[in-house]
């Protein structure tokens, strides 16, 4: 996708161009004004060690420094935009990321993908919503590059690499003096400055470098309740690296970094439930009142943004806007490395610690004193969690028949979020705790919220405790000439305490433990010297856990324990280069077995309140392929295209709920009784039905052109269109987001050692949603009996998307070669 060039002595430049997907990285060079390209090989470590990229028999998306700088990627969602089987989405906060690879969205628990730091895993997971937590979405800002690795990789990512691991790589100082400097300046008052220097401090034994950044944005929107911005943020950060060389066979690298965050609310907008849904027969009197004939709901498409509206209410204290979130984050990573003549040992230490403070509107449905809005609440946490991790990594140093890495790591991680949310109902009969302060006639929550103080709140406590130990290992034989068999795998022994309260004020602990193996099989033949085959078997693990998201009636350990889930994945890949390398088509078929998928149901309390509740409910088949292809077309021109296809159905999937939404979406309902309770349940089947949040197709294709206009100088052009077609939101299948198209432009000058880029993102303003999520529409609340029936509608929350983003970036570079 992108072409850096650096000129060097003579007539001889180096080019360096990568797709910026899947495994498409290839290194060019060109001497004087000769006509054959060669190409050099591009070096990843996606298994532990330096490897030809095509040469690994494994789904591999690379983004070296030179495509982070010139597309200006930042975030976890800036690489999923150019990695078509990566989506990124938020939910309910910006706390609840969830990250999907390969059409495996995580519903509860977890995430399907590990996140790791210089290969150190900082994995979260959000306390009272669903998702990651903002830890696993780090700013970007002093990467050589950044490793996506596709299908299940717990045998060499550890603990949370279901179905695949994202890798940041740092920068590291040399014994050559190198600095940069690098600006983005855009619409919307955007920047992002960013500048480091690295190099000797004591010859070459003493090595060190900092990096420095600042960033910021208004965001693209404005609320319609204050005329505030909204979707903005800003931040600074700071990271620090020395390297020290002891002698040829010992070496360590010390890196710590602290940024702080500040994130305005998202652009929520809020669509009311207003198509009547029947409710299935089978349902009326049993389970639900014979009078819940249909229930209010959403359905169909989700309207393009340009036809909705911010619809964040004010905070009734002052009239402004929440002021969202802030965050500060600090990371350490210690790297040992002792080489010795047959092997070498790595032990990666890691600690790191945040915090972060939310205060956001929860309902997102207008002005909380608007007249008839009789419902409002606020989303008041603060999350503090600390990691501390050890790895220590045996392995042998190549180049012979029979490679292999053995390891061992120990994770923790302490969670004390404080969870100081409000909701308050106004328009129903029956209001237990929390909502308050109960039935308010002809009135609104504006007055009983603005008077809650700090104290007022009552706020709850959860604590997670997670101790995770794990052994593992990687055989690799070349049992014939030019075949090999890998075998990995990863034993694993994980505990949880988790601790909150009930509504009567005691502490409730669910303390779930889990082990697995997780094991890989591996054939791989590398066919000729420019095609290599691989065939892969593998299952992976989620551990069981317990889901921490509040319910009305406080912690419920037994109903929040979820169970553990298993993938079984099928792969056959290729790797090829053709016409002396000019062109290279890499592809994977691959087929995931997905068995006790954890997915969302609702459950009532004892008051007959629903509250979330994760079940392990489904078993689902996701089928596809990912190709891609490179081709250098001439010195000056390369092009290049990536497209991932995607087929996925829930092969058995009943879930039980009381909850009249649940069961109008579905459509039908097998009355059951689960004893002891003595409550009629719906079992609902949704066998058939497509998995959430997978798109059928996703296409990724452009060009880079690079012309030397005068000596030294290059003129270059690049082009990107992405394309995502339409997915459903939930299991239910009732409600999808549209496919949508972007286009993005850059032109501009490089020299040796500098470049200036003008570009124009999402150049005609596709205006398509791209996440939303089903929230409690509290208005909409009614209840009838005979049986007890509390009707609880569904509304939709999309996020407004972001819009034609346009700017200037510049970097300069001084030192090095």
Known sequence: MIGRRFAAPGRSTYVCRSAAIGALLMCVA???????????????????????????????????????????????????????????????????????????????????????????????????????????NPRLFDMERVEVVKGPQNALYGRAAFNGAINYITKKPTDEFVADVYTDIGNNTTYDVRGSAMGPLLSDTLLGGVSLAAWGTDGFYKNSVTGGDVGGSEGYGASGVLTWNFNERMSANLRVEYTDDEFDQAPYTNIVPTVPSPVPASALGPVLAPSVTTVDSVVGLIPDGDTLQVTLSENPRNGLDYPGVDREIFRTALVMDFEFDKVTLVSLTGYGDSTVESFEDARREGSIAAPGNTTGGEFAVTDETSQFSQELRLQSNGNEKLDWTVGALYWAERVDFTDGGVNCVANAAFVPPPFGPGPIPGENCAAPIAAIDGAGRFPDLWTRDQDHWSVYGLLDWEFVENWSMILEGRYSDEKIEVTGPDRAGDPANGMPSDDFFAPKVTLQWQATEDAMWYLSWAQSYKPAGVAIVGALSGFDPESSEFEQEKLTVYELGAKTAWADNRVTVNGALFMQDFSDKQVTSQKPDANGILFAAPVNAASAEVYGFELDANWQATEDLNLFASWTFLESEYKDYSQLSSGPAPIAAAGNCTVTNEPPDPK??????????????????????????????????????????????????????????????????????????????????????????????????????????????????????????????????????????
């Open 30 to 136: 060109v001497t004087g004004w000769a006509q054959k390209l060669e190409f050099d090989e591009m070096v990843v470590s996606a298994r532990k060690r330096e490897e030809n990229l095509q040469r690994v028999p494994v789904s591999v998306g690379v983004y070296d420094e030179a495509t982070l700088l010139k597309l200006n990627i930042a975030s976890l969602a800036d690489i999923s935009k150019y990695d078509t089987s990566v989506i990124f989405d938020q939910g309910f906060a910006q706390q609840d990321t969830r990250i999907t690879i390969r059409g495996l969205s995580p519903t509860r628990g977890r995430q399907n993908v590990a996140v790791l730091v210089d290969g150190i895993d900082v994995t979260g997971q959000a306390v009272q919503t669903n998702g990651g937590s903002l830890l696993i």
């Open 680 to 817: 009629n349940f719906c079992d609902l089947n949704l066998s058939g039905r497509r998995l959430e949040q997978v798109p059928k197709h996703a296409f990724l294709t452009g060009l880079d052109y690079t012309r030397e206009i005068v000596r030294d100088i290059d003129v270059v052009f690049g082009m990107d269109y992405i394309y995502q077609s339409e997915r459903f939101t939930s299991a239910f299948n009732t409600v999808w987001l549209s496919s949508y198209s972007l286009w993005d432009f850059r032109l501009g000058f490089q020299g040796s050692n500098w470049e200036i880029l003008g570009y124009v993102d999402n150049a005609f303003d596709d205006t398509k949603v791209k996440s939303t999520f089903a929230n409690t529409y509290n208005q909409g609340i009614t209840t009838a009996a005979p049986p007890f029936t509390f009707v609880l509608p569904l509304n939709q929350t999309p996020i407004l998307p972001d819009e034609r983003s346009y700017g200037l970036r510049m970097n300069y570079r001084f030192g090095g070669e």
